[in-house]
Structures are given as C-alpha cells and as structure tokens.
C-alpha cells in the first residue's frame, strides 16, 4: 500500500505561482510512477502530469505545457507540481496518484493510488 497526501493548495490570482506537494508512505516510492490529475466541477477528472519512476521521463497536457513543471525526489519520498502563470481555467480540486509500476499512463483507471486531493483556486 501506498498512501499519499497532497498540500500545497490555495487561492492565487491569475498570473501566480503554486507549488504542489505529493508526499508517500508505505511501500518503496521510487518503484511508482506518478501523475497529477485535476477535476473541475462538472467536468472528468484529467491527467495533467505525469513522472516515470525515475524522474527520466515526463508528460503534460498541452493546456499546461510551458507553465507547470512535475518533479520527484524520490530521497524524500515527495512528488511536486509547480505550477506557474496560473490561469482561471486551472481551478480544480488537484489529486497526486501513484501507478505500481514504473511507467506513466493517461488513463485514471490504471492508477492504483490517490491522495484526498487539494483545492487550487486561480481568480481573474
């Protein structure tokens, strides 16, 4: 079992800068990719990043390609979401989820962990 707890969430205005954190316990963090999905209401929960076990290879929805940045340090057993130049649109209840395996998936479905999840607010 994996558990995770994300913090990091806030307000911010448009423009602004949040950083998410992801941190892990139980079993060897390092064996688990990682991804960072977002839900707003009303819409399906999206992938918006995602790590591989050893932080070699990333991916990113086009809406936040240039902007956030996914990381891990997988010492501190931590993944990280920096998320600049927030936009309204960006506003969601953010969720850290960890896969068993190494590598990276877009489908939700084949995450087999998750945080509670932490709100970012982005006002105009």
């Known amino acids: 079992q994996v558990q995770l707890v994300e913090s990091g969430g806030g307000l911010v205005q448009a423009g602004g800068s949040l950083r998410l954190s992801c941190a892990a316990s139980?079993?060897?963090?390092?064996?688990?990719?990682m991804g960072w999905f977002r839900q707003a209401p009303g819409k399906e929960r999206e992938l918006v990043a995602a790590?591989?076990?050893?932080?070699?290879?990333?991916y990113y929805t086009d809406s936040v390609k240039g902007r956030f940045t996914i990381s891990r340090d997988n010492a501190k057993s931590t993944a990280y979401l920096q998320m600049n130049s927030l936009k309204p649109e960006d506003t969601a209840v953010y969720y850290c989820?960890?896969?068993?395996?190494?590598?990276?998936?877009?489908?939700?479905?084949?995450?087999?962990?998750w945080g509670q999840g932490t709100q970012v607010t982005v006002s105009s």
């Open positions: 989820a960890a896969r068993r395996v190494h590598t990276i998936n877009y489908n939700p479905a084949l995450y087999d962990y």
């Open positions: 139980g079993r060897t963090f390092s064996n688990n990719a």
């Open positions: 790590i591989n076990w050893s932080g070699g290879v990333t």
